[in-house]
């Protein structure tokens, strides 16, 4: 029995409904557009991140790459339903702690290749600034939850949130010199209008 899809969703749900109460505004702004508050996009994929220099179990100023793939099952804009992005980020981090804080480049694509831009958002890119709101490392996973601002293109001045697990398969590598230099893990996205 293929259980893989039923997990998928699950972990999906419980994503959407962490990052929905750390989404939730304190207070209520009104927008030109009037467009109404709620989530813009839900994402879902992949993503691995390098890290230099790699951790170890000291904490020390590093700086970490990342890369993913995502599709986006809820989009309010059929031209936005997959993305890639990346970014780089720096912290004081270790293999069990720390946050970091850095920018984000989504390309927006419609799932099938083509990346058109949408009328409505005027670019197929998005630019976001982003600082991490939790980041721990439980038996060498790097769970990372962090949010931002989308400061250019498609879905400007919208709140974005990020949900990283990154899989740490060497967590020994923690204990050697060079330290862990890079994991892989799922990923969620989401983008509100607030």
Same mark, same amino acid.
């Given at each position: 029995?293929?259980?893989?899809?039923?997990?998928?969703?699950?972990?999906?749900?419980?994503?959407?409904?962490?990052?929905?109460?750390?989404?939730?505004?304190?207070?209520?702004?009104? !927008?030109?557009?009037?467009?109404?508050?709620?989530?813009?996009?839900?994402?879902?994929?992949?993503?691995?991140?390098?890290?230099?220099?790699?951790?170890?179990?000291?904490?020390?100023?590093?700086?970490?790459?990342?890369?993913?793939?995502?599709?986006?099952?809820?989009?309010?804009?059929?031209?936005?339903?997959?993305?890639?992005?990346?970014?780089?980020?720096?912290?004081?981090?270790?293999?069990?702690?720390?946050?970091?804080?850095?920018?984000?480049?989504? !390309?927006?694509?419609?799932?099938?290749?083509?990346?058109?831009?949408?009328?409505? !958002?005027?670019?197929?890119?998005?630019?976001?600034?982003?600082?991490?709101?939790?980041?721990?490392?439980?038996?060498?996973?790097?769970?990372?939850?962090?949010?931002?601002?989308?400061?250019?293109?498609?879905?400007?001045?919208?709140?974005?949130?990020?949900?990283?697990?990154?899989?740490?398969? !060497?967590?020994?590598?923690?204990?050697?010199?060079?330290?862990?230099?890079?994991?892989?893990?799922?990923?969620?996205?989401?983008?509100?209008?607030?």
């Amino acid at each position: 029995m293929n259980t893989t899809g039923p997990r998928k969703a699950r972990r999906l749900a419980a994503a959407v409904a962490i990052m929905a109460a750390a989404l939730t505004p304190t207070t209520q702004t009104a !927008h030109a557009d009037d467009e109404p508050a709620g989530a813009l996009l839900v994402c879902a994929g992949t993503v691995a991140a390098s890290y230099s220099p790699g951790l170890i179990f000291a904490p020390k100023v590093t700086s970490v790459t990342s890369r993913a793939v995502v599709g986006c099952p809820l989009s309010t804009d059929s031209r936005f339903t997959s993305a890639t992005f990346g970014g780089d980020s720096a912290g004081t981090l270790s293999c069990l702690l720390g946050p970091a804080s850095g920018t984000l480049t989504f !390309h927006w694509g419609d799932g099938k290749g083509k990346g058109k831009a949408s009328p409505h !958002h005027g670019d197929t890119t998005s630019t976001a600034s982003i600082r991490s709101l939790a980041a721990v490392r439980p038996n060498g996973n790097i769970v990372t939850v962090s949010r931002g601002t989308i400061t250019d293109g498609a879905f400007k001045g919208a709140s974005v949130v990020t949900e990283v697990t990154l899989l740490a398969s !060497h967590q020994a590598a923690c204990l050697t010199p060079q330290g862990l230099t890079s994991a892989s893990g799922p990923t969620t996205v989401i983008i509100t209008r607030v």
